[in-house]
Structure formats: structure tokens, C-alpha cells
């Protein structure tokens, strides 16, 4: 049950949301494996869920630049991808780490009160891992 649900500030010019607000730069580091929790979301409910997840617990960050790679007019539209910010090492993910299953088992948890919040909303449960390379420059 969260403590409470934090409303997300939000500057539309910026391509970064945490709980907090948006920034300008991606606050992941560079050679850690993150968990993608949602990808090809809307701004508006990226942000929602960014303010969700942290209102349970589960820091996250939304980040722009999502591409619908099947090229639909009109799909690449402010998309972002939603990822959980505790990273992991190589040899952690390589070791099955209990974060990783923690991390897994915590957004599973939580994803399924966010599918509860509005009809057709995902339960979180297609998640997967992938290392950040750092920022596109």
C-alpha cells in the first residue's frame, strides 16, 4: 500500500521522468544490466507509472525514444520506455543474483495492482533485462 502517490512533475521538453520529475539526462550508469518493466508507452502514462511504481517502492525511470519498428504513422510520438533503476553488474546477472529475482518478483507484485488501476493496462509480467550503453550522443 503506498504511503502515498506522488504527483510527477512534468517539463515535456525533457526526455527523462523519475518520481521526482523530468531531467535531461538518464540517471543509469553505463555497463549496468536494468529491467525493462514497459516499453511504447505514452508520456502521459509513462509518467503515471514512474509515480505509481515509486509510490510501492520501486524506483523507476521513463525514458524517451522509443521507435515502433513497424513504422506506423504517427507511433514514435513522445514513446518511452519504463525501466526499473536498481542496476546489476555482469557478474551479478551472470550469477543469478537474489536482486534479480527480487527486483523481478517486486515488479510482478506491484505490476499487478497497476493492471488493477484502468482496463487494458499491462501487469508488468513481459519484462526483460538489458545493459545500458550509455546516452545516444
Same mark, same amino acid.
Given at each position: 500500500?503506498?504511503? =502515498?502517490?506522488?504527483?510527477?512533475? $512534468? $517539463?515535456? &521538453?525533457?526526455? @527523462?521522468?523519475? &518520481?521526482?520529475?523530468?531531467? $535531461?539526462?538518464?540517471?543509469?550508469?553505463?555497463?549496468?544490466?536494468? %529491467?525493462?518493466?514497459?516499453?511504447?508507452?505514452?508520456?502521459? /502514462? *509513462?509518467?503515471?507509472?514512474?509515480?505509481?511504481?515509486? =509510490?510501492?517502492?520501486?524506483? *523507476?525511470? *521513463?525514458?524517451?525514444?522509443?521507435?515502433?519498428?513497424? #513504422?506506423?504513422?504517427?507511433?514514435?510520438?513522445?514513446?518511452?520506455?519504463?525501466?526499473? %533503476?536498481?542496476? @546489476?553488474?555482469? /557478474?551479478? !546477472?551472470? *550469477?543469478?543474483?537474489?536482486?534479480?529475482?527480487?527486483?523481478?518478483?517486486? &515488479?510482478?507484485? @506491484?505490476?499487478?495492482?497497476? #493492471? #488493477?488501476?484502468?482496463?487494458?493496462?499491462? $501487469? %508488468? =509480467?513481459?519484462? !526483460?533485462?538489458?545493459?545500458?550503453?550509455? /546516452?545516444?550522443?
Amino acid at each position: 500500500r503506498p504511503s =502515498s502517490v506522488p504527483g510527477v512533475a $512534468d $517539463d515535456g &521538453s525533457k526526455p @527523462v521522468i523519475l &518520481s521526482t520529475g523530468a531531467v $535531461d539526462a538518464d540517471p543509469r550508469r553505463e555497463g549496468l544490466n536494468y %529491467l525493462v518493466l514497459a516499453t511504447m508507452m505514452p508520456r502521459a /502514462e *509513462a509518467r503515471e507509472l514512474v509515480g505509481f511504481l515509486s =509510490s510501492y517502492g520501486l524506483e *523507476a525511470v *521513463a525514458v524517451a525514444g522509443e521507435v515502433d519498428q513497424a #513504422k506506423r504513422p504517427g507511433n514514435n510520438q513522445d514513446q518511452f520506455k519504463v525501466v526499473a %533503476l536498481t542496476g @546489476v553488474t555482469k /557478474e551479478q !546477472y551472470k *550469477a543469478n543474483d537474489p536482486i534479480r529475482q527480487t527486483l523481478i518478483a517486486e &515488479s510482478q507484485r @506491484v505490476g499487478a495492482l497497476w #493492471k #488493477k488501476t484502468r482496463a487494458g493496462r499491462s $501487469d %508488468l =509480467s513481459k519484462t !526483460y533485462w538489458e545493459s545500458f550503453v550509455g /546516452e545516444k550522443r
